[in-house]
C-alpha cells in the first residue's frame, strides 16, 4: 500500500471546478488497485477505524459517532476488498466508487479513506478544525479524491446513478456503491432516484441502507417508521438484500449477489447497531451526534482494544 | 430609537432559535390553534419544547422537508396556524416550491422557522449552512421575513408572527446571542429598530450583526465618528421611511449579515436607497462563497462578519462621501 | 340543488389571506347536504361534463383535454355521492373536501362545481381568459369555494394529510380525497407523503390515483415506469385498491372500503383511459396538453351526444 | 455596443427555449460529452430535439426535478458535461438544495436550463410560472446566470455555457421573442451588450424586457430625451464596469425585468451602484406579487412589463435627476 498523499493546505475559495474528463478509453491505464485483503485482517482494521472514529470526534467535540460506528464493516469491506481502486492513482476513471450519502458519518470515511493511503492517518485528529482537510461533512475542495460532497441528506443515490451512467457510456466496469441512512430514506429524493434506477436499469450500482433504527431525535419507529424497508425497495424495482451489517462473510456475499445481478440494481439492507462497539453508545439515540467526553473516550478505547 | 440607553452590555444570552423554541411553548398555551411540523431536528430547533407540553399538536414529520412545508399549508387551509421548523438551509431550500405554490401563491397562514442560519454554526461546515435563505424567503410575494438579533426581540417577534394573519419566515441562529434590548422592549413588524443616533454614517444591520454593528459603533465613536445603527429584524416587509431618513441624515450607508451579499438584506436596502435618496454604500457578507469547517468565532473572523469588518466598512463609505 | 353562487370580478392582488377558522365545534351547524346521485344520474351528469370539458378548453384554445376526461367518473362520483359536502355553505367546517393534485385537470374541477352549484356554469367557457374566475389552474385566489390552489405537481396528499390531521384534532367526521395523476407520483414527495400518512394513521384519506398510463411527454412506461403501482402504495403502509376508474359502482365500492379501512390511509389505484370518451382523444398522448381545434370540437360533442 | 445598428426592427424570432434546443443539438455534435436530462418536459423545452439526434445521451427523469439535477450532478463528477432542463419554476425550485449542495458546493460543471420564465407564458398562471429564479440562482456562489433576450443572444451563450467550466443557469422563454441580434453578433459571459448610446439616462434590460427597452428608446428619443440601452444577458456575474460607466455618465438608471424586482437583475444593479456611483434608480418588474392567467400581451400589459413602463421609469428617473 502507498503512503498517504500529502495534502497541502487548501483554501475553499482557490478551489477550481472539475475539469471535463477527457474519454475512459485514454485513461485506460493498468493500475495496479489495493490489495484485496482477508476477513481476519478487516476485523482488525475494523478495531482500528472504530478506534479512530472514537478519537477524531472525541478531539474535535462535536459530531457523529453513532451512525459511524455502525458503518464500519460496511465500508471497511468495500475499500478493503470489494471495490476496485487505487490510492496511488485516485482518479483512474475505471475504479469503483463510494459514496457517503449520510454525510455525517464522515469519520468512517476519513478513517477508511487514511487506512487506505488516502489521505493523512496523522491528521484525522484535525477533524472539523478550521484548515483540516477532514471537513465535518466529506467536502472534495478539500480531498479532491472523496467521489463526493455531501451532507444534505437523500442526494447520494442520484449522484451515483448519474456516475454510473457516465461509466456505462463509457463502457467503463466501474461500480458505484452508496451508503444511505435509514432515517434519510425518509426524503422523497431517495424514491424518485430509485425509481430511475430501476428504470434505466443501472445494475453497476450498490445502495447499502445502514439500518441502524435511530435516527437524529430517537427511534425510527417513533420518528417516522421506514418499515417494511426491503418491501419498499422491491416495489421500486430493485434488488433487495438483507444481511446483518456487522459480518463481514455476510457483506462479501451480499456485494457478490449484487454483482451477479444484472438488469436491475440492488439495493442492500444492513441490519446493523448503532454506536456499535462502544457499551454505552450502542442502541443509544444520544450518540448519534453528540461527541464523547474525555472519560468516554478513554472508556471507548478501553472496550476497543 | 431605544431612548435611554446609550450603551450596550452585549452580555451572552440563549440562542434565537432556543427563544423560539421557549416563545412557540407560550404561544401554544394562548392558542389552542398553533401546530408544530419537525423533520427529525425537533431537539436542534427546540420544538421538542412544545412535542413535551403538547404531543397531540406536535407532528412528526422524519427527514423530509418538502412535505412537512405542504403538511403545514393543509393545516392552514384547514384553519390551523401551523409552525414548521428545521435548519434553515433544509427546510426553505428542500421545500421551496412548496412554499411558492403551494403557501406564497394562495397566501396561506403559515409560519416557517429556520435555525441554524448563516456560517456561525461552526464545525459542521456549509452542508449545514444557511447563507442564502433571506434571497429566498424575500422572492415569495406576501411573505414576512424576520431575522431577530437576540433573546428579546426573538420572543416578541414569534408572538407578532403567530399573530400576523399570512406567511411568515423567520431566520434564528444556533449561537448564544448577546442581549441587546431590555425585557419590555416593544417591536412591530416592518419597523426597525435605531439603536443608536448618529450623523455620519448609518449601519443597518440584523441577526448577529447587529451587536457586531454596536461593537463597531462603540469603536468608532472613539475617532469621532458619528454612527447611527439600526436592528433591521424584518427584512420583509423593508421599512423604506426609515433607510431613506437615514440616507438624507447620514449620506452613507453600510449593510451588514451573516448572509451571501447576493439577495440579502443589503441589496434591498441598495434598491430602497436608489429609489429614494441615493447614496454611498458599503456592504458587509458573504461574497459569493460558501463557508468551511471552523468555530463559530474562526468562522466569523475568516469571512468577514465582525465589528472588524463593519469598521472598515465604515471608513470605505465615509471616504467616498462626499 | 341550490343556485350558482354570484361571483363578482376579484384582482388577485386585492385577496385576503385566510383568515383563522373558529373551532369545528361552533361550526357545526346543520346544513343540508348535495342530495346524492344515482348511478345512471350520474352517468348523464358525467356526459354532459365531459362535453363541458371539450368546450371550455376549446375555446380558451389551450389546457388538458385527456386527464380531464379520464378523470370524469372519479370526480363525478365524489360530487354526485360520496362527498359530504354543500355548495350552498361552501365553508362548512365538517365538510369532506377534494383535493385535484394534478392541478392541470382542472377543467374536470370546474365541471364538476359548476355542476353543483359552487361557480356559474355559463362562465366555464372563460376558462384561462384573464379576469376569468376559471384560471388556467386551481386558484382560491379567484374561486374560494376550492379546497387548494395547485399545479405544481407531487404535493396534493400532503396537503390532504394536514386538513384531514386538523379534522382529526377537531374531532370532525371531514373526509379528505385527493387525486393524482400517474405520471405525478413520480414526485418523491408523493412518497414523503405517504410515508406520512401511514405513520401518523390518516385513515381519513382517500389518495385516488388516475392510472390513465399517459404522462406530458408520452406513455408513462417509456418516460418512467410506475409499476408495480399497488405494491408501492401497499410497501408504503397504505391499503389500495385496484378498480376500472370509468364504473361508477366500483369507484362507490371503493370509496365504501376506503371508509372501512381503519387506522391506515386508502389508495384507490384507478385504471382510466387518457382522453375517455371522445375517440381520437383515447389513449393518445398529444391530447393531454393540446386544445382540440374547432373542428376537434364538433366532432367530440358529437361523440358526446 | 453594436456598432452600425440605430434602428432595430424587432421582428419576431424563434423563443429563446427553441433556440436553446437546437443549439444544445449543435453543442451534441461538437462534444459527445454533453448529456442531457429531461423531467417529463422534453417537447416543451425542445431537449426533445437532442433526444431524437443522440437517444443514447439522453436521460429521461420523469416528474422528478430534484432526483434530476442530482443526477447531473453525478454526471458532472464523472466527466459529462450534463445539461437538465425544465420549467424553470420546477427544475429550480424543486431542485434548489440539490444546486446548493451538490452543484454550487463541489463547483460541478453542470448546465441547468429553465424555460418557460417569467410571467408570458399566460394562460398556464402563477403555478407555472417563474418569477423568483433570478433570485434563487443568484444565491448559488460560482453559478453563471444567463439570460438572454433573443435566438442570437441564446444560441451564443448556450455554446459559451458549455464551453465555460462550472455550473450555469440558463434562463429562457415560451413566447417567440424579437430578434435584436445580427447572426454575426459576439457574446462573451458577463460583458454587458450596449445596443444603443445615450446621455440622460440608462437602460438595464435583460431577457424580454430588452425589446422593450429599445421600444422605449424609440419612443423616448422623439421626445428629445437620449436613452442608452444595454442588455444584461449575463445577470452573474455581473458586468460591474458597464454599470459604473452608465451611472457616471449618465446618472440614471433604469432596470428592466421579466421578475420580481425582489432579488432580480434590478436590486444586484443597486448594489453596484451604491458601491460605486450612486445616482438615481427606477425599476420595472412585478412588484411583490404573483401574476394570474391571460395572454402573454395582457399580462405583460396588466403587470406593467412593456415598453409603457419604461418610458414612465425613465420618466420618474429624470424627474428625480438633479
Ligand atoms: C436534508 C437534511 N435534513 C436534515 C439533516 C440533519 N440530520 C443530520 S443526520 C440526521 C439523522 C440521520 O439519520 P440516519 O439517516 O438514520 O443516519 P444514521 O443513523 O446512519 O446516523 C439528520 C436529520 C440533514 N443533514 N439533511
Ligand atoms: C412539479 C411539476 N413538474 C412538471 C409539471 C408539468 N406537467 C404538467 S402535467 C404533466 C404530466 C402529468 O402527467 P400525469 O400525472 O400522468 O397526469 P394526467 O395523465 O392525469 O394528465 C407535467 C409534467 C408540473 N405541472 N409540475
Ligand atoms: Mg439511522
Ligand atoms: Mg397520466
Given at each position: 500500500?502507498?503512503?498517504?498523499?500529502?495534502?497541502?493546505?487548501?483554501?475553499?475559495?482557490?478551489?477550481?471546478?472539475?475539469?471535463?474528463?477527457?474519454?475512459?478509453?485514454?485513461?485506460?491505464?493498468?493500475?495496479?488497485?489495493?490489495?484485496?485483503?482477508?476477513?481476519?485482517?478487516?476485523?482488525?482494521?475494523?478495531?482500528?477505524?472504530?478506534?479512530?472514529?472514537?478519537?477524531?470526534?472525541?478531539?474535535?467535540?462535536?459530531?457523529?459517532?453513532?451512525?459511524?460506528?455502525?458503518?464500519?464493516?460496511?465500508?471497511?469491506?468495500?475499500?478493503?476488498?470489494?471495490?476496485?481502486?487505487?490510492?496511488?492513482?485516485?482518479?483512474?476513471?475505471?475504479?469503483?466508487?463510494?459514496?457517503?450519502?449520510?454525510?455525517?458519518?464522515?469519520?468512517?470515511?476519513?478513517?477508511?479513506?487514511?487506512?487506505?493511503?488516502?489521505?493523512?492517518?496523522?491528521?484525522?485528529?484535525?477533524?472539523?478544525?478550521?484548515?483540516?482537510?477532514?471537513?465535518?461533512?466529506?467536502?472534495?475542495?478539500?480531498?479532491?479524491?472523496?467521489?463526493?460532497?455531501?451532507?444534505?441528506?437523500?442526494?447520494?443515490?442520484?449522484?451515483?446513478?448519474?456516475?454510473?451512467?457516465?461509466?456505462?457510456?463509457?463502457?467503463?466496469?466501474?461500480?458505484?456503491?452508496?451508503?444511505?441512512?435509514?432515517?434519510?430514506?425518509?426524503?422523497?429524493?431517495?424514491?424518485?432516484?430509485?425509481?430511475?434506477?430501476?428504470?434505466?436499469?443501472?445494475?453497476?450500482?450498490?445502495?447499502?441502507?445502514?439500518?441502524?433504527?435511530?435516527?437524529l431525535d430517537?427511534?425510527?419507529?417513533?420518528?417516522?417508521?421506514?418499515?417494511?424497508?426491503?418491501?419498499?425497495?422491491?416495489?421500486?424495482?430493485?434488488?433487495?438484500?438483507?444481511?446483518?451489517?456487522?459480518?463481514?462473510?455476510?457483506?462479501?456475499?451480499?456485494?457478490?449477489?449484487?454483482?451477479?445481478?444484472?438488469?436491475?440494481?440492488?439495493?442492500?439492507?444492513?441490519?446493523?447497531?448503532?454506536?456499535?462497539?462502544?457499551?454505552?453508545?450502542?442502541?443509544?439515540?444520544?450518540?448519534h451526534g453528540t461527541?464523547?467526553?474525555?472519560?468516554?473516550?478513554?472508556?471507548?478505547?478501553?472496550?476497543?482494544? | 430609537?431605544?431612548?435611554?440607553?446609550?450603551?450596550?452590555?452585549?452580555?451572552?444570552?440563549?440562542a434565537?432559535r432556543e427563544?423560539f423554541g421557549?416563545?412557540?411553548?407560550?404561544?401554544?398555551?394562548?392558542?389552542?390553534?398553533?401546530?408544530?411540523?419537525d423533520a427529525d431536528l425537533s431537539k436542534s430547533t427546540y420544538t421538542s419544547?412544545?412535542?413535551?407540553?403538547?404531543?397531540?399538536?406536535?407532528?412528526?414529520?422524519?427527514?423530509?422537508?418538502?412535505?412537512?412545508?405542504?403538511?403545514?399549508?393543509?393545516?392552514?387551509?384547514?384553519?390551523?396556524?401551523?409552525?414548521?421548523a428545521s435548519f434553515s438551509?433544509f427546510?426553505?431550500?428542500?421545500?421551496?416550491?412548496?412554499?411558492?405554490?403551494?403557501?406564497?401563491?394562495?397566501?396561506?397562514?403559515?409560519?416557517?422557522v429556520g435555525t441554524h442560519?448563516?456560517?456561525?454554526i461552526?464545525?459542521d461546515?456549509?452542508?449545514q449552512?444557511?447563507?442564502?435563505?433571506?434571497?429566498?424567503?424575500?422572492?415569495?410575494?406576501?411573505?414576512?421575513?424576520?431575522?431577530?438579533?437576540?433573546?428579546?426581540?426573538?420572543?416578541?417577534?414569534?408572538?407578532?408572527?403567530?399573530?400576523?394573519?399570512?406567511?411568515?419566515?423567520?431566520?434564528t441562529g444556533r449561537?448564544?446571542?448577546?442581549?441587546?434590548?431590555?425585557?419590555?422592549?416593544?417591536?412591530?413588524?416592518?419597523?426597525?429598530?435605531?439603536?443608536?443616533?448618529?450623523?455620519?454614517?448609518?449601519?443597518?444591520?440584523?441577526?448577529?450583526?447587529?451587536?457586531?454593528?454596536?461593537?463597531?459603533?462603540?469603536?468608532?465613536?472613539?475617532?469621532?465618528?458619528?454612527?447611527?445603527?439600526?436592528?433591521?429584524?424584518?427584512?420583509?416587509?423593508?421599512?423604506?421611511?426609515?433607510?431613506?431618513?437615514?440616507?438624507?441624515?447620514?449620506?452613507?450607508?453600510?449593510?451588514?449579515?451573516?448572509?451571501?451579499?447576493?439577495?440579502?438584506?443589503?441589496?434591498?436596502?441598495?434598491?430602497?436607497?436608489?429609489?429614494?435618496?441615493?447614496?454611498?454604500?458599503?456592504?458587509?457578507?458573504?461574497?459569493?462563497?460558501?463557508?468551511?469547517?471552523?468555530?463559530?468565532?474562526?468562522?466569523?473572523?475568516?469571512?468577514?462578519?465582525?465589528?472588524?469588518?463593519?469598521?472598515?466598512?465604515?471608513?470605505?463609505?465615509?471616504?467616498?462621501?462626499?
Open positions: 500500500m502507498p503512503g498517504p498523499i500529502s495534502h497541502s493546505k487548501i483554501e475553499p475559495d482557490s478551489f477550481t471546478p472539475f475539469r471535463r474528463c477527457s474519454s475512459s478509453a485514454s485513461c485506460k491505464i493498468e493500475v495496479p488497485m489495493m490489495q484485496k485483503k482477508t476477513v481476519p485482517e478487516m476485523q482488525v482494521i475494523a478495531k482500528r477505524m472504530r478506534r479512530e472514529i472514537i478519537e477524531m470526534i472525541g478531539a474535535a467535540k462535536s459530531g457523529h459517532p453513532g451512525g459511524s460506528l455502525s458503518a464500519v464493516e460496511l465500508v471497511v469491506t468495500l475499500y478493503f476488498n470489494e471495490m476496485r481502486h487505487d490510492p496511488a492513482n485516485p482518479k483512474w476513471a475505471d475504479r469503483d466508487r463510494f459514496i457517503l450519502s449520510k454525510g455525517h458519518a464522515a469519520p468512517v470515511l476519513y478513517a477508511a479513506m487514511a487506512e487506505s493511503g488516502y489521505t493523512p492517518l496523522d491528521q484525522l485528529n484535525t477533524l472539523r478544525k478550521l484548515g483540516s482537510i477532514y471537513q465535518g461533512h466529506p467536502d472534495v475542495r478539500f480531498i479532491p479524491s472523496l467521489e463526493a460532497s455531501t451532507g444534505s441528506l437523500g442526494e447520494g443515490v442520484s449522484l451515483a446513478l448519474g456516475m454510473a451512467l457516465a461509466a456505462r457510456l463509457n463502457a467503463s466496469p466501474s461500480r458505484t456503491y452508496v451508503m444511505l441512512g435509514d432515517g434519510e430514506i425518509q426524503e422523497g429524493q431517495v424514491w424518485e432516484s430509485a425509481m430511475f434506477g430501476a428504470f434505466h436499469k443501472v445494475d453497476n450500482v450498490v445502495a447499502i441502507v445502514d439500518y441502524n433504527g435511530i435516527q430517537g427511534f425510527v419507529k417513533d420518528i417516522m417508521e421506514v418499515k417494511p424497508l426491503a418491501d419498499k425497495w422491491r416495489a421500486f424495482g430493485w434488488h433487495a438484500i438483507e444481511i446483518n451489517g456487522h459480518d463481514i462473510p455476510a457483506i462479501q456475499a451480499a456485494f457478490q449477489e449484487a454483482a451477479g445481478t444484472k438488469g436491475v440494481p440492488t439495493a442492500i439492507i444492513a441490519h446493523t447497531i448503532k454506536g456499535k462497539g462502544v457499551s454505552f453508545m450502542e442502541n443509544n439515540p444520544k450518540f461527541a464523547p467526553t474525555p472519560d468516554e473516550v478513554k472508556l471507548a478505547l478501553q472496550e476497543l482494544q | 430609537m431605544i431612548p435611554t440607553k446609550t450603551k450596550f452590555d452585549l452580555k451572552l444570552g440563549m434565537t427563544a421557549k416563545a412557540l411553548v407560550e404561544a401554544g398555551r394562548r392558542n389552542k390553534d398553533v401546530v408544530v411540523c419544547l412544545f412535542h413535551h407540553e403538547f404531543p397531540d399538536r406536535f407532528f412528526s414529520c422524519g427527514i423530509a422537508e418538502a412535505n412537512m412545508v405542504a403538511i403545514a399549508a393543509g393545516f392552514a387551509y384547514a384553519g390551523k396556524i401551523p409552525v414548521a438551509c427546510v426553505v431550500n428542500k421545500g421551496f416550491e412548496q412554499l411558492r405554490v403551494t403557501v406564497a401563491y394562495p397566501k396561506l397562514n403559515v409560519k416557517i442560519s448563516g456560517i456561525s461552526g464545525e461546515g456549509p452542508s449552512m444557511s447563507v442564502e435563505e433571506t434571497a429566498l424567503a424575500c422572492s415569495l410575494p406576501g411573505f414576512v421575513v424576520l431575522s431577530p438579533a437576540d433573546e428579546v426581540s426573538t420572543t416578541a417577534l414569534v408572538h407578532a408572527a403567530i399573530d400576523h394573519v399570512g406567511p411568515v419566515f423567520i431566520r449561537m448564544k446571542a448577546p442581549v441587546i434590548y431590555p425585557a419590555e422592549q416593544k417591536f412591530e413588524i416592518g419597523k426597525a429598530v435605531e439603536l443608536i443616533d448618529g450623523s455620519d454614517v448609518t449601519v443597518i444591520a440584523t441577526g448577529l450583526l447587529v451587536a457586531e454593528a454596536i461593537r463597531a459603533q462603540e469603536a468608532l465613536e472613539a475617532e469621532g465618528i458619528s454612527v447611527r445603527v439600526i436592528d433591521f429584524h424584518t427584512v420583509k416587509p423593508l421599512d423604506r421611511e426609515t433607510i431613506t431618513r437615514a440616507a438624507a441624515e447620514t449620506g452613507a450607508i453600510v449593510v451588514a449579515e451573516e448572509h451571501l451579499i447576493d439577495g440579502g438584506l443589503g441589496v434591498r436596502v441598495a434598491q430602497a436607497v436608489a429609489e429614494t435618496h441615493p447614496c454611498v454604500m458599503e456592504f458587509v457578507g458573504l461574497h459569493d462563497t460558501y463557508a468551511e469547517s471552523g468555530s463559530p468565532e474562526q468562522l466569523l473572523d475568516k469571512y468577514g462578519l465582525i465589528s472588524r469588518d463593519v469598521i472598515a466598512a465604515v471608513h470605505r463609505a465615509l471616504a467616498r462621501k462626499k
